[in-house]
DNA sequence: CTCCTAAGTAGACACTGTCAAGAATGTGGA
DNA sequence: TCCACATTCTTGACAGTGTCTACTTAGGAG
């Protein structure tokens, strides 16, 4: 199905670019990484991505796409394997804690403005923020329900919780906490 | 004191330039700003920055020294003006949050890896950020005397209580979250 | 006054993102 | 079958950037 390389025809270059981006977001940060250099990678002329991105930033947001579906996809899959209201909010939040500590670059580009804007998202970026939003209210008002819970606003109980697996995520890749802090910090506040 | 301009003296270029940055820092998010921008803001060469900083970062992280000490200014000035631990707990949250909210792109280059590394604080940070930990480590330690709070590992409780407000504060700044919803999300999870 | 050093300038280089124009390739219609 | 055409990719150019080297100037110590 690939085309031989060396021909003018790629046969699927937008995935090609995304996947060389993708690798070299494994250890650069997206600010530093250069169409050039992405291009070069995926062995193409520096002007190639342009007929599949408007420009460099139009790349680096379909990255934070793809890294939103992952973090999605991750926060789903530990939600799925728990019992029990609390023990699923816990899950929920470790798997978010642990996305980002396992790819902290692509977890600062789902959240850096310059290229995801959260104001304006994309077209392919805003269901997927629908989605989460959605998975993290359905568990917390399933909690709420749960003695030692009742009455709280879910709203609020959502934004508070959301902050803190995020702040959490957020030091844990800064280098400010160790990862291991994660649990019994989130145990210290939640119980 | 300040030179007459056009001269090869300019007197203070150093805070010149830093001001000068800070200024672009108040529209632009730091990966942006060029450093001959800067320069040609101070009316200089694009070349006199490197007499007072070694690269492009060193001005950067300079300016995040800046930043970090106006936010430790933020919180010990709120906690100085509020009553009772749970009080002077909050105030601090919300200096915290509001500086994020007012400042976003300083809090931004504050925790920016790429300037301002967490592993390897530069010279002037460090004492920064001990001192900020400092300062939560003890209004936590008074929390933890409060009934409702007693026996509470300060440890983790104080890690938990900065990954809230520093989420809370990462979130308003990008705009998922309205700064109003700070003061009812931090009660919903403290109290 | 002289000379040294710090603080500025000018010029060059490699690199970047992006625009314009041209060449190769595949495709639908006669 | 053959040929216009749209798509995909290439080459070349331009302005802007960070940083290096070399030169010029101002101010202060002796």
Redesign the interface.
Known sequence: MSRSVGGYHHGNLQAALEDAALDLLETT?A??ISLREVARRAGVSHNAPYHHFGDRAALLSALGVRGMAALLAAQEEAVASAAGPVERVRALGLAYIRYAAAHPQTFALV?D??YC???SPSAEMAPLIARNEDLLGGEVAALVQEPGWEG??V???S?????????????IM????PLE?AE??????VR
């Open positions: 940060s600010p530093k959240f403005p310059d804007a959260a104001g709280r606003d709203m609020a109980l934004a508070a919780l959301w902050s803190t697996v995020h702040g959490m995520a957020q030091l800064l280098g400010h906490l802090a019994p910090a989130l145990d210290a506040l």
